[in-house]
């Protein structure tokens, strides 16, 4: 159990003893290892444990975002995580653990969006993670042994299993813990639901804007990219000791003409089938879930994934006229099919085959956009995550109106209804129907939060109809 030692928060781990800071009613812990630094011959190979430790640490201060060409201040020693929780309670407290997203190429937990406090006031414990992205986190190459591929997801089932040996000591539930995440996050903890390596090691989840449909890379174009990345690297390049600054060199190079190349892959182990296709099988968790996807998923620079993507389906621009009747412009027709194929579509089939295994199931569309903002929307991608979070005037996150702090309010407390029963439902918010049998989900407007049977469902289902021509 935590406890305060003076006027800081302090918890015993098998890494140490821990002394983290407190602001208002939350203590925070930030930058604890999860497992050994991947650096040297630890590179490319599954995170390693850390040494145990009776000694005291602050964790005060973030560690460093994982390596990425963006950012500068980070590195390849970045496998920590952030523990925050309400200040003076007794556990055990339900736990949520948020995986950041970034397409495996960017990001980081310590963007100040992602900060747990408002969560943690209302009586949970929040964790918040970083994993190996980019080339880093998930090249295959035949010269490295262990060379499966998908170091990021194995560093995310290492924080898992540390959150299992150690949260207890932060005053968290082991055997209560909620996964929840956007865009590769949800991703990831789709794959995560369909290891056998991280059953048990969480109870719940929650994803956000899952692109439910995308096919995985197989080992041999993996490789074949791995490959292209060594030549890049140079010919006499040793993987495992070239210079940090010349990885992101050929990472940013290979990136220009191979937008995906560094995402999850199949390695016959982690990762054995794409996801829409497990969850059909019936292979993922049977554990209650929340799913669902933004009305408008466009922004964050995308414009070449809408010409993609409407170029690999085939539809005339008349097709999308008949779809989308309603729409003149055709970069919104684009905006509309894009949101629609990636995300609504695939989302409502993962909800279904989810509902189907027996699994308490609930799906919502976020449709609502900050009053602020209403004159302007701009891409819609990842505008959930501030009403989650209910973070304020930092990078990624505008000023609320009280309209906009009410619907915050009603979609945390969702969230953490869900994570402390596995089901989002309670006193003062609207009902939310079990997606189960019928394609029932919640759906947040600019006028309500209400369920009811999805506006969309006839266009999606002429889509995938469209789609199988």
Known sequence: MAQPVGQFPFALTR??????AVEGEVASFKGLAYAAPPVGALRWRPPQPTPESSEMQTAYTYGAPCLQPALK?????????????PFGVDGPLPVMM?????????????????????????????VTLNYRLGALGWLAHPALSQGSGNYGLMDQIAALQWVHDNIAAFGGDPGNVTLFGSDAGA???????????????FQKAILQSVPGRGRLRSAQEAEAVGRQFAAALGPQADL???????????????????RH??????????????????????????????????????????????KEELASSGMTSDALRRLYPD????????ARFYTDKVFSEPTRLLARLHAASGASTFRYRFAYVPEAR??????????????????????????????????????????????????????????????????????????RIASGDDPFADRLDRLTGESKN
């Open 15 to 20: 890494e140490g003893q821990m002394l983290g």
């Open 73 to 85: 201040a980070s590195s390849e020693d970045c496998l920590t995580l952030n523990v925050f929780r």
């Open 98 to 126: 948020f995986i950041h997203g970034g397409g495996f190429i960017s990001g980081t937990a310590n963007e100040r969006l992602f900060d747990g406090a408002k969560l943690a006031q209302a009586g949970l414990i929040v």
């Open 187 to 201: 991703t990831s903890i789709a794959l995560l639901m369909l290891s056998a390596q991280s059953q048990g090691l």
């Open 240 to 258: 495992r000791a070239a210079e940090p600054r010349r990885l992101l060199a050929a990472e940013s190079r290979l990136l220009e003409t191979s």
């Open 261 to 306: 190349g560094f995402a999850p892959m199949m390695d016959g182990d982690l990762v054995t089938e794409d996801i829409a296709a497990g969850f059909a099988a019936g292979h993922q968790g049977c554990i209650p879930v929340i799913i669902g996807s933004n009305d408008d998923e466009t922004g964050f620079g995308n414009e070449f994934e809408i």
């Open 327 to 334: 729409i003149v412009r055709p970069s919104e027709l684009a």
């Open 374 to 447: 209403r004159a302007n929307p701009e891409g819609g991608h990842g505008r959930e995550l501030q009403f989650i979070f209910g973070v304020e005037g930092v990078p990624g996150a505008g000023i609320f109106s009280r309209g906009d702090r009410e619907v915050a309010s009603r979609m945390r407390s969702y969230w953490i209804n869900f994570a402390r029963s596995g089901d989002p439902n309670g006193p003062d918010l609207p009902h939310w129907d079990q997606a189960a049998g019928r394609d029932r989900l919640l759906l947040i407007t600019n006028d």
